[in-house]
């Protein structure tokens, strides 16, 4: 049995008498940090998740069909994340950002609208739909008992393989690791313009972070964003000159880095909500909610184990706002003309780098806003630098995986599929419905059907339903 005695953080010391008003709404000192600690956490976190500005339009683009896409769909994207990460820190208080989450974009483009010939209108009813669902089953507190049924190692594991998760897409995104026809994946070209300063920001901010530099990750993002512009190596989209034309801030005109928003108005309102209620529509509108439910639970689960706020029997304190701004963001996300809105692995960078309160979630929320303004400068943050952060994020969450019993398998196994299906499958959800299928099956075949709660049980049914389902179609 994994137990929680010796696990939590300890708060951290420091004054607990608040200091002023911004101090007693957020509990800064209660929590053992302040304002300064609070915003450079939430710049790490902006500039860890700043890619999804380019990269969520690229992949819905593909679907969503009006003119200037791209554009509309950068300024969708930014508003979408600029409430999603405001209600979690506002109302939640938690230093959780949010933003249109990868893998659902790649669903909603290519799966739905582009495969089942769903009008992407209708495809935003769908996650609509799903977020009303997210919100009523936290409100109501089904959620919680679920979260609650899950085991404490799976709940190790599922922060653990989040980590994987990450430092699988730092590796990626810094072409470190590449597709490999024969072998899936293999080592890109170390010699790269994007993996050779990934490497350096990745040492770099790993000695800083040796040497206990407060900031380590932050620095390591724009000490590695400073190599690339004045080395002007090719690692912006399109290459060197064309990332020159396209992200005018690197042309070092000091007005070239503002550029006016544009309101989405082909996008805001679109959605056609009575016509993802068809029953035609069933199984997209299940899977939006399937997906983001075990995307968010292992999120936020892991994020808020991440900082120290996890109670003696691993619950997460205010657990029903947390998720249910979690949907409410989907339902906003879709308002707006993105697919769903959730909360980000890549919180785990700020909380690194300290945060520990909404105010860090409220600083990613108002850089959002300034990104509608700024986008070019941001765009002259290159992956290769929040590869890093990513990298390093991920080796931090792997930590826990020492509180599990390996000598069990009945718990190790379960634990290591759901550390090793999520980066393997690209999906936290898949990874989380391994873990819990494997757990209840091996637990119920060998005598020990009883340790496990019944929900658990109810749940594996429902997700191996899912896959059997899934295949069939
Ligand atoms: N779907 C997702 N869930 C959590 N964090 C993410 N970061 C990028 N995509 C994400």
Redesign the pocket.
Known sequence: MVTLKGVMTPPPPGPTVPRGSLDAFFGLSAHGSNVPQEVRAGITTFLT?SY?LFVNPQVLSSAINVPNAFVQLLMATAVAAAIGSLAMGLVAKYPFAQ?P????NAFFAFTVVLGLEVPWQTALGAVFISGVLFVLLSVLGARHAIVRAIPLSLKFAITAG?GAFLAF?GLRSAGIVVNNDATLLGLGNLTAPSAWLAVLGLIVTAVLMARRVTGAILYGILLTTLVAVITRVPVYVGGAEGALQAFPGLTGRVLGIFDAPVWPADLVGQLDIAGALGLGLLSVVFTFFF?DFF??T??LTGLAQKTGALDENGDMPRARRTFAMDGLAAMFGAFMGTS?T?????SASGIGEGGRTGLTAVTVGVLFLLSMFLWPLAAAIPAAATAPALILVGALMMEGVRHIDWDDISVSLPAFLTVIVMPLTFS?ANGVSLGVIAYCAIRALSGRAREVSPILYVIAALLLARYVFLAAE
Do not use: K, W
């Open positions: 998740m999804i933003a989450g990868m893998g659902l989040i897409l997906v995307d968010a292992g999120t769903t959730t909360a980000y692995i890549e936290i």
